[in-house]
Nanobody
Framework: QVQLVESGGGLVQAGGALNLTCVGS????????MGWFRQAPGKEREFVAV????????YYADSVKGRFTISRDNAKETVYLQMTELNPEDTAVYYC???????????????????WGQGTQVTVSS
């Protein structure tokens, strides 16, 4: 089974940019669709973005569409989340996750994912 490790979180001012990285190991990453989720204190984990196994399809939450970009490099076993125009509402722990079998129509649901990374903190100051 693939293991996931996120990195790249930190503190950034409103309007700034930050890039997150998720590195997988232990399996063939191209078999998995990869998602990014986030969870703020006191709130449920929410969907951010997803990319299909070979990168042909992407889908974003309305709250981040036009500001965030998900991409992947399967040769490097890596998934990225490029974040721009950050605002304090983006403050959360960001998780990458892998999903193997569920249909694309369920890719926005955290319950559909099989494996999760440990999370990386993103804090946007106002």
């Amino acid at each position: 089974q693939v293991q996931l490790v996120e990195s790249g979180g930190g503190l950034v001012q409103a309007g700034g940019a930050l890039n997150l990285t998720c590195v997988g190991s232990g399996s063939t990453l191209s078999r998995w669709k990869m998602g990014w989720f986030r969870q703020a204190p006191g709130k449920e984990r929410e969907f951010v973005a997803v990319i299909s196994g070979r990168g042909a399809l992407t889908y974003y939450a309305d709250s981040v569409k036009g500001r965030f970009t998900i991409s992947r490099d399967n040769a490097k076993e890596t998934v990225y989340l490029q974040m721009t125009e950050l605002n304090p509402e983006d403050t959360a722990v960001y998780y990458c996750a892998a999903e193997l079998n569920d249909p694309w129509s369920q890719a926005h649901l955290a319950s559909s994912y099989d494996l999760w990374g440990q999370g990386t903190q993103v804090t946007v100051s106002s």
